[in-house]
């Protein structure tokens, strides 16, 4: 008999969960083949470990939640508790043969399997501590943010918390912070080249902060917002305010002379990216502030703040979505990107529609005077007048006074707001996929993404000139790029590398700024510090419950931080943010990367076989294979002309024979994707062996995940007498979209289906499964010839029924719910993994590494929360018992057949007849 858990909760990030993944410890009789669960407790039981007659194992169902050693006495069948730790879990225990070794608080423990006592076992490890020496690493590719000087000469450089000045060519790289430990973000060079501002949070917190770049040793702090983090820094053309935008969608003008802050206005739906990607634009005289505001119905319009007034005004309507507002350096027009443009894209599968690639660049005069650029033009001739004759040296003395005064004094702006956005006039440049625009005198400068469903996918920069009305490219493809105050030059990014090029038709990339001359000194304690509070202040300003679901914040960061003394590794990092997060006890709580340890990786080749060991060499037991209609991927053995087949023994490969006492793979380690040579046979030896020469696969999850669902369908199929449908969807981001629409486009004819969500890992919200499952008949039409039809076309009128388990998480929560809720049919098998407290993004971490904080969480229609932590209870409950799987055989999908052809005698699908023909 062997003790075991068919799901671990060993790695995740969520303490006293109580969902349907939460792990039982069944005992399965090897002889018997029959299974016992001997916890069968909503709490997490695992790790299990047979002494004699007792099994001990984790578990945190004790009063204080906290994971601790509990004992099962297979004779009494009486379970108890061990140990009783209040302030940290145990984790990982393991089994010697009189002793338990297990770790608490990041101490060893030593359990007497005797007398059940433990005591902590000290450990001394003389070490030279590498990993926690300062040194000098290269941070090129920890970029972050950058920023194009106001002559574009050089640039700001974002990289693992320190600010960079990088030349565009020539000259050397400045690492102007040199604060390892400390995190500056979101550098932004003033216009008047003087001053370089950025969020530091040296105090503590993230405020804003300058350094004098004629002085750059030195740097003021300007700020004492406390918590919270904010975005994008974006100077006035006067450099003496600075726009920005919070994480709670508050934008700011800050005014650097009066050190005054003022509110502008707040957001309404913007997270992480759209925050990250939040853009204003200041008027030349550094009086007005335009930027999108998000309405209501999801669309934006387009204001404007008088920064003298402090008062908004509304430019357009909110019909549209309005964005990227951008005011002409020589105040005459206002430029924005607006969703105006609808060409309707047709499925080829079914009778849907989209509406992509809708973005115009829109012109809107600023006063009632100003000509629109597209009004008709006249070329008339001037006619000379005789000037008054003046003294030479009084006209020099004038005309230099009058332009020195004019470059001194920078001319006002002025907007007339009635009737605004009846001057609003859509550019030439075809509508599409265009994320972001800047203007300079004359040219408007836009980046042009792929289209949707576009063979090319270059993404240009491109300008359009005002008054010779062409389009020009700069560069035929790039990530980014970023204006120069002085509207001359341009900041490109391209796969990594950064060029400054002129503002001009066809520039090449080939000068390159010297970015891989970042370097700076690492100091991995303070960077781990920095790292630590990073997460715990993300959580605390990003989560969506400001009481942090009750938790002390506060003491949890003292309680972990002395954790963190002791991390030796940034993976030990890592494992004390996973305890820090998983205290919220909230799904999708996840960490993951920064500067690790990489081990080498080799790649293995797969052939797509079950394998099995007969008189002394490998043979072929099965050849995996999905459906006829399944090309996607293949066996390399099921290709035309290879001469093998199930029941043949492969006795070696590239020339060298198999050898049994190692796993079949070992013997294609690093041959994946290539081609192999491989000697077969239909029996035990080498004589009247013959060669075969197949490319092997990189993996075989796929191919095996559609042998899975066609043998599924297979078996439906048949039980029903080809009357039900079986579609499997894995998840609900676009794989499982594609699975879905795949296989309805194929059985929607089918009298009833059978929805078999297991193992759903999640992604999008589900409502689009929701519509297509749930089309309803709304009419059917007679014809002369061939079949009638029914409306909607591509629907399934019949009963339905959905299989769940507790792998199903997430979108894989919503799915069921949303089934429920629409009343499609019962839901059978087990409880789902209960999460729908869902993530938008969160900044990343200055290492590179990343954490996850959950933003929203669902709610129903009367009001109630979602049961986080619990997920969706099945209308038909249907244990997963290993004892029938073990044999082929899967209770819920027999389950699910019964009840779905029981609803088909019930409530057979609607197909009305025909009436008769009228006499009219």
């Known amino acids: 008999m062997i003790a075991y858990t068919p799901v671990t909760q060993a790695f995740r990030t969520w303490k006293r969960y109580r969902g349907g993944w939460a792990a039982d410890i069944w005992i399965y009789n090897l002889e018997k083949e029959t299974a016992e669960n001997i916890t069968n407790n909503v709490a997490?039981?695992?790790?299990?470990?047979?002494?004699?007659?007792?099994?001990?194992?984790?578990?945190?169902?004790?009063?204080?939640?906290?994971?601790?050693?509990?004992?099962?006495?297979?004779?009494?069948?009486?379970?108890?508790?061990?140990?009783?730790?209040?302030?940290?879990?145990?984790?990982?225990?393991?089994?010697?043969?009189?002793?338990?070794?297990?770790?608490?608080g990041g101490r060893l423990y030593l359990l007497s399997l005797t007398d059940e006592k433990y005591h902590e076992v000290a450990v001394k490890v003389v070490t030279d501590e590498i990993t926690l020496m300062p040194k000098v690493e290269n941070v090129s590719k920890l970029i972050q943010n950058t920023s194009i000087s106001p002559d574009g000469k050089r640039a700001m450089f974002e990289a693992r918390g320190d600010i960079f000045s990088v030349p565009a060519e020539n000259g050397p790289v400045f690492d102007l912070t040199k604060t390892s430990g400390v995190a500056e973000r979101y550098p932004a060079w003033s216009p008047d080249g003087k001053t370089v501002a950025y969020w530091s949070?040296?105090?503590?917190?993230?405020?804003?902060?300058?350094?004098?770049?004629?002085?750059?040793?030195?740097?003021?702090?300007?700020?004492?917002?406390?918590?919270?983090?904010?975005?994008?820094?974006?100077?006035?053309?006067?450099?003496?305010?600075?726009?920005?935008?919070?994480?709670?969608?508050?934008?700011?003008?800050?005014?650097?002379?009066?050190?005054?802050?003022?509110?502008?206005?707040?957001?309404?739906?913007?997270?992480?990216?759209?925050?990250?990607?939040?853009?204003?634009?200041?008027?030349?005289?550094?009086?007005?502030?335009?930027y999108p505001e998000e309405m209501t119905n999801r669309a934006s319009a387009i204001f404007i703040f008088d920064t003298?007034?402090?008062?908004?005004?509304?430019?357009?309507?909110?019909?549209?979505?309005?964005?990227?507002?951008?005011?002409?350096?020589?105040?005459?027009?206002?430029?924005?990107?607006?969703?105006?443009?609808?060409?309707?894209?047709?499925?080829?599968?079914?009778?849907?529609?989209?509406?992509?690639?809708?973005?115009?660049?829109?012109?809107?005069?600023?006063?009632?005077?100003?000509?629109?650029?597209?009004?008709?033009?006249?070329?008339?001739?001037?006619?000379?007048?005789?000037?008054?004759?003046?003294?030479?040296?009084?006209?020099?003395?004038?005309?230099?006074?009058?332009?020195?005064?004019?470059?001194?004094?920078?001319?006002?702006?002025?907007?007339?707001?009635?009737?605004?956005?009846?001057?609003?006039?859509?550019?030439?440049?075809?509508?599409?996929?265009?994320?972001?625009?800047?203007?300079?005198?004359?040219?408007?400068?836009?980046?042009?993404?792929?289209?949707?469903?576009?063979?090319?996918?270059?993404?240009?920069?491109?300008?359009?000139?005002?008054?010779?009305?062409e389009t020009k490219t700069i560069v035929d493809n790039a990530d980014e790029f970023s204006v120069s105050a002085d509207g001359k030059k341009i900041l490109i990014e391209q796969d990594k590398n950064y060029s400054i090029v002129d503002i001009a038709e066809n520039q090449k990339l080939d000068k390159k700024m010297p970015t891989a001359q970042l370097e700076m000194t690492v100091n991995p304690r303070a960077e781990w510090q920095q790292i630590f509070n990073d997460v715990w202040r993300f959580e605390r300003d990003f989560f969506y419950d400001p009481n942090m679901h009750?938790?002390?914040?506060?003491?949890?960061?003292?309680?972990?931080?002395?954790?963190?003394?002791?991390?030796?590794?940034?993976?030990?990092?890592?494992?004390?943010?996973?305890?820090?997060?998983?205290?919220?006890?909230?799904?999708?709580t996840y960490r993951s990367g920064g500067d690790l340890e990489q081990s080498a990786h080799r790649n293995v080749g797969y052939?797509?076989?079950?394998?099995?060991?007969?008189?002394?060499?490998?043979?072929?037991?099965?050849?995996?294979?999905?459906?006829?209609?399944?090309?996607?991927?293949?066996?390399?053995?099921?290709?035309?002309?290879?001469?093998?087949?199930?029941?043949?023994?492969?006795?070696?490969?590239?020339?060298?024979?198999?050898?049994?006492?190692?796993?079949?793979w070992a013997a294609f380690d690093g041959m994946a994707d290539k081609s192999v040579e491989l000697t077969v046979n239909d029996k035990p030896t080498f004589d009247g062996a013959h060669k075969i020469l197949v490319k092997t696969l990189s993996d075989e999850t796929r191919l095996r995940n559609l042998a899975w669902i066609e043998s599924n369908r297979e078996q439906v199929d048949k039980e029903t007498?080809?009357?039900?449908?079986?579609?499997?969807?894995?998840?609900?981001?676009?794989?499982?979209?594609?699975?879905?629409?795949?296989q309805f486009a194929a059985q929607f004819d089918k009298e009833g289906l059978i929805i078999d969500e297991r193992f759903n890992d999640g992604g999008q919200i589900p409502d689009r499964f929701i519509e297509l499952l749930n089309r309803k008949p709304l009419a059917?039409?007679?014809?002369?010839?061939g079949k009638n039809w029914q409306w909607p076309p591509y629907a399934n009128f019949g009963p339905k029924v959905m299989l769940i388990n507790g792998w199903s998480g997430s979108g894989g929560d919503a799915f069921p719910d949303f089934f429920r809720k629409a009343g499609l049919g019962p839901l059978i098998g087990k409880r789902t993994w209960g999460g729908l407290i869902g993530i938008s993004g969160a900044p990343t971490l200055i290492d590179g590494g990343s954490v996850t904080v959950p933003t929203f969480r669902m709610y129903d229609p009367d009001g109630k929360w979602f049961k986080e932590g619990h997920g969706v209870d099945p209308d038909i409950k249907v244990e997963d018992d290993p004892s029938q799987l073990s044999k082929g055989v899967d209770p819920q999908l027999e389950k699910g057949i019964e009840e779905v052809m029981k609803l088909l005698v019930e409530h057979p699908p609607v197909n009305p007849k025909q009436p008769p023909y009228e006499k009219r």
Not at 780 to 785: I, K, L, S, T
């Open 550 to 588: 009750g938790v002390d914040w506060n003491a949890t960061k003292k309680q972990y931080e002395k954790l963190l003394e002791q991390a030796v590794t940034r993976s030990d990092v890592n494992y004390v943010i996973g305890e820090l997060i998983s205290e919220l006890s909230s799904s999708h």
């Open 44 to 104: 997490d039981d695992e790790f299990p470990m047979w002494h004699n007659d007792k099994i001990y194992f984790l578990s945190d169902r004790g009063a204080n939640e906290r994971a601790n050693i509990w004992c099962y006495d297979t004779k009494t069948k009486q379970t108890k508790q061990i140990t009783d730790f209040n302030d940290y879990d145990i984790h990982f225990p393991s089994l010697g043969p009189s002793d338990i070794v297990f770790e608490n």
């Open 780 to 785: 059917f039409w007679a014809v002369r010839d």
């Open 308 to 469: 003298q007034q402090k008062k908004n005004y509304q430019l357009t309507s909110g019909y549209y979505r309005d964005t990227e507002p951008k005011f002409d350096p020589d105040g005459k027009y206002l430029y924005f990107l607006t969703n105006r443009t609808f060409n309707p894209t047709y499925s080829d599968i079914d009778n849907t529609f989209i509406y992509a690639n809708t973005t115009n660049i829109a012109l809107a005069t600023l006063t009632d005077e100003v000509l629109s650029p597209l009004a008709p033009k006249n070329d008339t001739t001037s006619v000379k007048k005789e000037a008054e004759k003046k003294d030479e040296k009084d006209s020099k003395k004038s005309d230099s006074k009058e332009k020195k005064d004019e470059k001194e004094k920078v001319k006002e702006v002025k907007i007339t707001f009635k009737n605004f956005e009846d001057r609003v006039v859509i550019l030439p440049p075809e509508a599409g996929n265009i994320s972001h625009i800047e203007a300079v005198p004359g040219k408007i400068i836009f980046h042009r993404l792929p289209n949707t469903g576009a063979a090319d996918k270059k993404k240009p920069v491109m300008y359009y000139d005002i008054e010779k009305g």
């Open 721 to 742: 007498k080809g009357k039900i449908g079986y579609i499997y969807v894995p998840s609900t981001a676009v794989n499982g979209q594609t699975e879905l629409v795949r």
């Open 607 to 664: 052939l797509g076989i079950n394998w099995e060991i007969a008189d002394g060499y490998y043979k072929i037991k099965k050849i995996i294979n999905g459906a006829p209609w399944d090309t996607e991927v293949r066996s390399p053995l099921l290709m035309p002309g290879v001469k093998v087949k199930e029941g043949d023994y492969i006795l070696a490969v590239n020339g060298e024979t198999l050898d049994t006492s190692k796993d079949p």
């Open 201 to 290: 949070d040296k105090s503590g917190e993230y405020e804003l902060t300058i350094r004098d770049l004629e002085k750059p040793d030195t740097e003021k702090k300007l700020t004492s917002f406390g918590p919270g983090y904010r975005y994008r820094l974006y100077w006035s053309p006067d450099s003496k305010k600075l726009a920005f935008i919070d994480k709670a969608m508050q934008v700011y003008v800050y005014d650097i002379a009066e050190n005054e802050t003022y509110k502008v206005n707040k957001e309404l739906f913007m997270y992480e990216g759209d925050l990250e990607n939040f853009d204003v634009s200041w008027s030349a005289d550094s009086k007005w502030l335009a």
